[in-house]
């Protein structure tokens, strides 16, 4: 047993001093995707490269997740990134990685890559993409349950991810206009969007936004609104038809 005289107890009436710790600015948490791939007619593998920047503390939390011997090895990363369920057709032909030591810790991947079995041709000059996979975006899942108390988000955090489709022929989106999604509320926001470049390329932009660290329970639909909204993105069917 510990002698009273070392046990120190405070009085009801003193005073409680409050320590509030530096949040970590939304400017400076982010990753931003930007990957080009070439599609030839007939030919289910998508060839391409790609460029992966993550900053502060996305870049924090990928390097615990993907970086685990001490010698900072990205050999985890690549065995990850070609295990993973979202990414079972996905063949790295190259990874150069670049990092900073010093604050926002940026952590750069620039990668040439190879998609299997991502289109079909449900017609003879008709496209057909399924973004199942494409579109990570950190979120966490939202439950579906009735919350009781608040809801706290790891960080403030920016995820933009974009994919330009280059074709070998003139081509036109046929469901752009049905497959654009823009929201916002007082948690944040996410937009998705297919834009036709030129006559051979696609933009595929997809923004997600976290805004706030807190959502009261009432509110919690909010999140929910915005976790649904980029799962409805990624099952999104992308047709594109070859121009005559």
Request: glycine share 2%; with cysteine; net charge positive.
């Amino acid at each position: 047993m510990i002698p009273r005289k070392y046990i120190k107890t405070k009085n009801a009436d003193e005073e409680i001093k409050t320590v509030k710790l530096p949040a970590s600015p939304k400017n400076m948490n982010y990753r931003r995707m930007k990957t080009v791939l070439y599609i030839s007619h007939q030919d289910s593998v998508l060839k391409g490269s790609c460029k992966e920047i993550f900053s502060g503390a996305v870049s924090t939390e990928c390097r615990q997740k993907f970086i685990r011997d001490p010698n900072g090895s990205i050999s985890e990363k690549i065995k990850l990134l070609k295990n993973s369920k979202s990414n079972n057709n996905l063949v790295l032909d190259s990874l150069v990685i670049d990092k900073q030591h010093s604050y926002p810790y940026n952590f750069n991947l620039n990668y040439k890559c190879a998609l299997a079995n991502s289109v079909t041709w449900p017609e003879k000059d008709l496209y057909s993409l399924a973004l199942t996979g494409w579109l990570d975006h950190f979120q966490e899942e939202a439950s579906k349950k009735r919350r009781f108390l608040g809801y706290y988000t790891k960080y403030q955090y920016t995820v933009d991810i974009k994919y330009y489709l280059v074709f070998d022929t003139p081509v036109e989106v046929v469901n752009s206009n049905q497959t654009e999604i823009k929201l916002k509320n007082n948690f944040g926001s996410y937009t998705f969007s297919l834009k036709q470049i030129n006559d051979n390329t696609v933009l595929i932009n997809s923004n997600y936004d976290i805004d706030n660290l807190y959502l009261p329970e009432k509110d919690y639909d909010q999140f929910r609104e915005l976790s649904l909204a980029s799962l409805k993105a990624e099952a999104t069917q992308l047709f594109i038809k070859i121009k005559k």
